[in-house]
Antibody, heavy 118, light 113 residues
């Protein structure tokens, strides 16, 4: 079955960058877009962007444009999300997910907690 | 961006009773080219990632019990749990992806009465 396993929790200082990974298995890596989403404490779900693993094309939320970069390594079946210029507002669980073709998100990675604090 | 609003924000239902959650989008999410509504429902339990329940407004995802059903079209949608079980306690979200960026409702916290 499709599985997404994310890297471990991160603690960063304001102004720093973080790069998270999402290792996939159980399907053709190039057949599904990979999305990154986040949920801050007590907040709702927010979409950051996607990558087409086949072509490497990306699309980002305007809110994060210029701060987020999504890449992939097809040989490792892994997607990466780098977020720069971190502030305390970026403290959140970050999830990767795939689009099975319906423009929904299924399944989700287990999530990576990123804590930004001085 | 399409705004998605759920109601109610929280809901308490007795075991075995029906639970209904509503979702309204600021514009239609119906794609006339394929007659599909790009509106999906998720269940989110503490300590777990969100789980897809319903896609295209009314199709249950693989393994989802048939007590969960989705309905609606255009801008107004409903998630119904026909007979609430203890394991259904969670936050439920609707999400649209008719146009980018995909956006979520604020969530509905479902509890046992």
């Amino acid at each position: 079955q499709v599985q997404l396993v994310q890297s471990g929790a991160e603690e960063k200082k304001p102004g720093a960058s973080v790069k998270l990974s999402c290792k996939t298995s159980g399907y053709d890596f190039t057949a599904r877009y990979i999305h990154w989403l986040r949920q801050a404490p007590g907040q709702g779900l927010e979409w950051l962007g996607w990558i087409n693993p086949g072509s490497g094309d990306t699309k980002y939320s305007q809110k994060f444009q210029g701060r987020v970069t999504v890449t992939r390594d097809t040989s490792m079946r892994t997607a990466y999300m780098e977020l720069t210029g971190l502030t305390s507002d970026d403290t959140a669980f970050y999830h990767c997910s795939t689009d099975p073709g319906s423009r929904s998100f299924d399944p989700w990675g287990q999530g990576t907690l990123v804590t930004v604090s001085s | 961006d399409i705004v998605v609003i759920q109601s109610p924000d929280s809901l308490a239902v007795s075991l075995g009773e029906r639970a209904t959650i509503n979702c309204k989008s600021s514009q239609s999410v119906l794609d006339s080219s394929n007659n599909e509504n790009y509106l999906h429902w998720y269940q989110h339990k503490p300590g777990q990632p969100p789980k897809l329940l319903i896609y295209w407004a009314s199709i249950r995802a693989s393994g989802v019990p048939d007590r969960f059903s989705g309905s609606g079209s255009g801008t107004d949608f409903t998630l119904t749990i026909s007979s609430l079980q203890a394991e259904d306690v969670a936050v439920y979200y609707c999400q649209q992806y008719y146009t980018a960026p995909p956006t979520f409702g604020q969530g509905t916290n479902l509890e046992i009465k």
